[in-house]
């Protein structure tokens, strides 16, 4: 299984950046989490194969994630960008939970 990411990099706040995820195989859930310096890893956003997607609170309204399962590619659109959105992000997939494999990590860092 692999999960490539990209699409991080430097952004000013409240700018926009679009992260894609390239799955070596079709799976039920893709998610996006992350992880910033000192802080605990957080599930960004989750969406099934059939569509459905979850939130978490911090990025609702700002985030979107989505899928081609035709390409077997996640993306996760980030608009309105925060200080605090920098991190690592990490595109993850599973066939019961979204955390079964992993990607590489991209970086994406929210400063003027």
């Known amino acids: 299984v692999r999960l490539v990411e990209s699409g991080g990099g430097l952004v000013q706040p409240g700018g926009s950046l679009r992260l894609s995820c390239a799955a070596s195989g079709s799976f039920f859930i893709m998610a996006w989490y992350r992880q910033a310096p000192g802080k605990q890893r957080e599930l960004v956003a989750s969406?099934?194969?059939?569509?459905?997607?979850n939130y978490a609170d911090s990025v609702k309204g700002r985030f979107t994630i989505s899928r081609d399962n035709a390409r077997n590619t996640a993306y996760l659109q980030m608009n309105s960008l925060k200080s605090e959105d920098t991190a690592v992000y990490y595109c993850t997939s599973g066939g019961v939970q979204p955390d079964e494999y992993w990607g590489q990590g991209t970086q994406v860092t929210v400063s003027s």
């Open positions: 969406i099934y194969r059939s569509g459905p997607s």
